[in-house]
């Protein structure tokens, strides 16, 4: 469908299984792994890092009318 072959497609399956991202099941296919409570914990910490970042940064290049309709405080009614 693709123009891609099986082998390639294996290879990239085996290479997202060897770093955890999917879980093969023989005769079943691939699905996403879930994370375990660490990876989960460490994932929001670093959001929580970099959200402040982020944020400062999209409000020094916003202009007002990007920033009030953004802002968290906006009413649904608007």
Known sequence: ????????VRQALAKLAEAGIIEVARHRGATVAAPSRAQARHVFDLGAM????IAGRLAENACLTQIERNH????AAI
Do not use: D, H, W
């Open 50 to 53: 970099l959200e402040p970042t």
């Open 72 to 75: 968290p405080l906006r009413t």
């Open 1 to 8: 469908m693709f123009g891609v072959g099986r082998s390639k």
